[in-house]
């Protein structure tokens, strides 16, 4: 057995690790890497910085899957390009809309794993929150997603392409010569990395994929409107500030060691202090306003007064805000929600202290929206079938 706060790697989990044979994705390539393959591919290396900025305009500006789309290229090279490389993204196996107009899809990637994705629409933003392992290792003991084994990480490819996904699903991209960027069709302005996983032990992958969507002659997402959430993975985090410079959200959850050791276990390899020490530099580094710490709301766990006081003596000099978080409570969960005025007296003490201290809203509870329900229903169906098939000798 592994210890479970041990750094997963891009070389041990993810998959692919190399090339494949055949067509190339080009899906999840850095622009120096797309340079590289196209030269690889018979590319002249005069042309390749050229053809890269016009195959990245059709790919992540206006969302097109299909070679002969590129009519700024000659026939010959496009025949040349559907010979050896594809456009391909992610499969969504299904979509559910909430009431409250959240959206819910199940992505399905290499090796028939599926992952989830969330679209979240509010009045001045819409927020797209995608996952970055199949599974997760951190066994966090409020998170659905921590009931299920880490299968393995996501290459870029597979996490940009939810982003590329789910724009398809909302009709937003731009025709060719429409704006781009915020002068441009922006259902989706924001995107967190809060949904399967860890993010930065899949650092590699993540920030590829990151400096994609922040590409200003593509998705064109500013690093502002990215957040990316760690439950404290403090080796990482100043690397997060120097080659992505996103914003940073913390799943924090407790104010003292006792507790976080119980509710988010990589707190036991690197603890409040050590984390806060790591969280003090960040800003500096990557120029965000301040960082965002997340607190679940689990009742007679973490919302005393007094965990309130904590916190924000803990956070003390830190650029910060506090999303509270009601609890979103799912089958044979160990926790309960903490009573709503119990939660608006915790988060006055917070505000009262100078902190923004907003309580967010549960979405999509109508339709599983805690990270992992969806994958988890699809997986016991999925066995039943298999059951079933078994049964009457089909398979």
């Known amino acids: 057995m592994t210890d479970s706060t041990a750094p997963i790697t891009q070389d041990v989990m993810t998959i692919p690790r190399k090339l494949p044979e055949g067509p190339i994705n080009i899906v999840?390539?850095?622009?120096?890497?797309?340079?590289?393959?196209?030269?690889a591919q018979g590319t002249p290396e005069k042309q390749a910085k050229m053809r890269v900025n016009q195959i990245w305009q059709w790919v992540y500006q206006w969302g097109v899957r299909d070679f002969a789309e590129m009519t700024n290229l000659s026939k010959a090279y496009r025949t040349e390009l559907a010979r050896n490389f594809v456009i391909e993204i992610p499969e969504m196996v299904s979509r559910q809309v909430s009431a409250d107009g959240t959206r819910k899809y199940l992505v399905r990637i290499a090796g028939d794993h599926e992952v989830e994705v969330v679209y979240i629409p509010e009045t001045d933003r819409g927020t797209l929150c995608i996952s970055?392992?199949?599974?997760?290792?951190?066994?966090?003991?409020?998170?659905?997603?921590?009931t299920q084994k880490?299968?393995?990480?996501l290459t870029a490819g597979e996490i940009i392409g939810q982003v590329m996904m789910a724009r398809d699903d909302l009709g937003e991209w731009p025709e060719p010569g429409q704006g781009t960027g915020d002068n441009g069709p922006r259902l989706l302005s924001n995107i967190v990395l809060m949904g399967m996983g860890e993010p930065l032990y899949n650092f590699d992958n993540v920030r590829d994929a990151m400096k994609i969507a922040m590409d200003g002659e593509g998705i064109s997402l500013s690093r502002r409107r990215i957040t990316l959430s760690t439950s404290g993975v403090v080796p990482e985090i100043a690397k997060t500030a120097e080659e992505i410079g996103c914003m940073l959200a913390v799943s924090f959850h407790?104010?003292?060691?006792?507790?976080?050791d119980k509710l988010v276990p990589i707190n036991k390899k690197w603890n409040i202090a050590t984390l806060l020490d790591a969280l003090r530099e960040y800003p500096k580094v990557s120029n965000s306003e301040r960082i965002t710490f997340e607190y679940v709301m689990l009742k007679d766990v973490n919302d005393s007064d007094e965990d309130a006081r904590r916190l924000v003596q803990l956070i003390k000099g830190i650029p910060a805000k506090i999303n509270l978080i009601p609890f979103n409570e799912w089958p044979g969960a160990p926790h309960q929600r903490s009573d709503w005025d119990r939660i608006e007296k915790f988060a006055d003490i917070i505000y009262k202290a100078g902190?923004?201290?907003?309580?967010?809203?549960?979405?999509?509870?109508?339709?599983?929206?805690a990270c992992g329900q969806l994958k988890s229903a699809s997986e016991r169906a999925r066995k039943s079938r298999r059951q079933i098939e078994s049964e009457a000798g089909i398979g």
């Open 28 to 39: 999840g390539l850095t622009r120096e890497a797309l340079r590289d393959t196209l030269i």
């Open 132 to 146: 970055s392992q199949v599974g997760c290792t951190l066994t966090c003991s409020f998170c659905h997603t921590g």
């Open 150 to 153: 880490l299968v393995r990480n």
């Open 254 to 260: 407790a104010t003292t060691d006792e507790v976080r």
């Open 355 to 369: 902190y923004a201290s907003p309580i967010r809203t549960p979405r999509g509870e109508d339709i599983m929206a």
